[in-house]
């Protein structure tokens, strides 16, 4: 794509990929399920145009970048501390984050337990939910003609 730059950065323990357009004050593009930098290609162009830098990382797990194999390495800690780092990496004292789909609960934690660093928060089609008292996986409905992609995905390997 033209304009797109891409290079691979060090965060947080592993290698992520992202891709970057236009100079100006960060915006941070988180991806959702299952997607990558690539669902952001349009807003890139888009923010680098108003004068923005736009960045939108391959998530931990996704396309080009690192894939621990633990279960443990994908908890939100571990999701906002890729964004703190890919600010450090970036040269960046704050930035402001957006997330879609599964991407949004990062951008709204990161900004949440890091406000020093992230002044502002977009979420797309995931609302703010603050902690319930019960796992959320266990208020969906799992019968044999239904079942949340989420529930799906608990298992190791289902994907395969």
């Known amino acids: 794509m033209a304009g797109v730059e891409h290079r691979t950065i060090e965060t947080n323990g592993i290698r992520m990929h992202v891709a970057e357009q236009g100079t100006g004050p960060l915006v941070i593009l988180c991806h959702g399920f299952p997607e990558s930098w690539y669902s952001w290609r349009h807003q890139l162009a888009a923010l680098a145009e108003a004068g923005f830098h736009a960045v939108a ?9 690192d894939r621990p194999a633990e279960i443990e390495a994908y908890t939100l800690l571990h999701l906002v501390g890729d964004m703190v780092g890919l600010l450090d990496a970036l040269g960046e004292a704050s930035g402001v984050i957006a997330g879609h789909d599964w991407g949004a609960p990062v951008a709204w934690h ?10 502002a928060v977009i ?8 902690r319930q008292p019960v796992r959320p996986t266990t208020t969906m ?6 079942q949340f992609y989420q529930l799906y995905f608990q298992t190791p390997g289902a994907w395969k």
Not at 110 to 119: G, T, V
């Open 123 to 130: 979420g797309l089609s995931v609302p703010y939910w603050p």
């Open 57 to 65: 990382p391959d998530m931990r797990g996704y396309g080009q970048t």
């Open 141 to 146: 409905p799992h019968t044999d003609d239904a």
């Open 110 to 119: 990161a900004a949440l337990l890091r406000p020093d660093r992230f002044r």
